[in-house]
Antibody, heavy 125, light 107 residues
Framework: EVQLVESGGGLVQPGRSLKLSCAAS????????MAWVRQAPKKGLEWVAT????????YYPDSVKGRFTISRDNAKSSLYLQMNSLKSEDTATYYC??????????????????WGPGTMVTVSS | DIQMTQSPSSMSASLGDTVTITCLAS??????LSWYQQKPGKSPKLMIY???NLEDGVPSRFSGSRSGSDYSLTINSLGYDDEGIYHC?????????FGSGTKLEIK
C-alpha cells in the first residue's frame, strides 16, 4: 500500500525557515517524480514544487522560486521541502504527492496519484 | 500561466441525480487534465487523469470528457459519499495550475 506521511510543520515567524519531510513507503520511491502541493485555509490547491527521479531536475512556480528548495533522498525514500524567507501567504497545509507515470505514447502524464495527509504550516508573528 | 476556470463554485443535488462540473482552460492543454475529490479535512483523491481515464478503484459512475477547451466531470447516480470538493488540474505545462474547486452538497 502506497503511503506518504509528511512532518515538520508548525508555527514559524515571517522571514524564518522551516524544513518539511515526507516519508514514502509501499512503492519504489526512486522510480517516481514527486511533488509538494499546498492549500491555504479555505482556499484551492497550489502546486509548489516537483523533483525528478534522480533529483537532478526541479521545478517551481514563481511564487516560491528562490525561497523554496525541493530535494529527495532515494536511499531513505524521503522527500523534503526547505522553505526560507517565509511569508504570511505561505500559511497552508502542505501535501506530499506522487506524480503518476502514465505514458500515452507521446508524453508522460504528470497528475498526482497519491497524496499524504498533509502538514500545517502557519507563518505568523 | 494557464488559467483553469472552474464552475460552478458550489452546487446542491439530490440522491440519484446526475451532475456535471466544468473547467475551461485558458489555452490548449490537450488531454493533460485530472480531477480530484477532497473530503473535509482530508487530502485530495485522484478520480480522473488524461481527461477521460478513470483511476483504479473509482466507481464507473464518474466520467470525464472534453469538448475543445472545456473539460467536464460527470457523476451519475449521486450518493452521499460523493459529497465534497472537486478540483481540476492541468499538467500540460509548468506551472501546474488548479481550478478554484466546486463544492458539491447532497440534499
Amino acid at each position: 500500500e502506497v503511503q506518504l506521511v509528511e512532518s515538520g510543520g508548525g508555527l514559524v515567524q515571517p522571514g524564518r525557515s522551516l524544513k518539511l519531510s515526507c516519508a514514502a513507503s509501499g512503492f519504489t520511491f526512486s522510480n517516481y517524480y514527486m511533488a509538494w502541493v499546498r492549500q491555504a485555509p479555505k482556499k484551492g490547491l497550489e502546486w509548489v514544487a516537483t523533483i525528478s527521479t534522480s533529483g537532478s531536475r526541479t521545478y517551481y512556480p514563481d511564487s516560491v522560486k528562490g525561497r523554496f528548495t525541493i530535494s529527495r533522498d532515494n536511499a531513505k525514500s524521503s522527500l523534503y521541502l526547505q522553505m526560507n524567507s517565509l511569508k504570511s501567504e505561505d500559511t497552508a497545509t502542505y501535501y506530499c504527492a506522487r506524480h503518476g507515470n502514465y505514458y500515452d505514447g507521446t508524453y508522460y502524464h504528470w497528475y498526482f496519484d497519491f497524496w499524504g495527509p498533509g502538514t500545517m504550516v502557519t507563518v505568523s508573528s | 500561466d494557464i488559467q483553469m476556470t472552474q464552475s460552478p463554485s458550489s452546487m446542491s443535488a439530490s440522491l440519484g441525480d446526475t451532475v456535471t462540473i466544468t473547467c475551461l482552460a485558458s489555452q490548449d492543454i490537450g488531454n493533460y487534465l485530472s480531477w480530484y475529490q477532497q473530503k473535509p479535512g482530508k487530502s485530495p483523491k485522484l478520480m480522473i487523469y488524461g481527461a477521460t481515464n478513470l483511476e483504479d478503484g473509482v466507481p464507473s459512475r464518474f466520467s470525464g470528457s472534453r469538448s475543445g477547451s472545456d473539460y467536464s466531470l460527470t457523476i451519475n447516480s449521486l450518493g452521499y459519499d460523493d459529497e465534497g470538493i472537486y478540483h481540476c488540474h492541468q499538467y500540460y505545462e509548468y506551472p501546474f495550475t488548479f481550478g478554484s474547486g466546486t463544492k458539491l452538497e447532497i440534499k
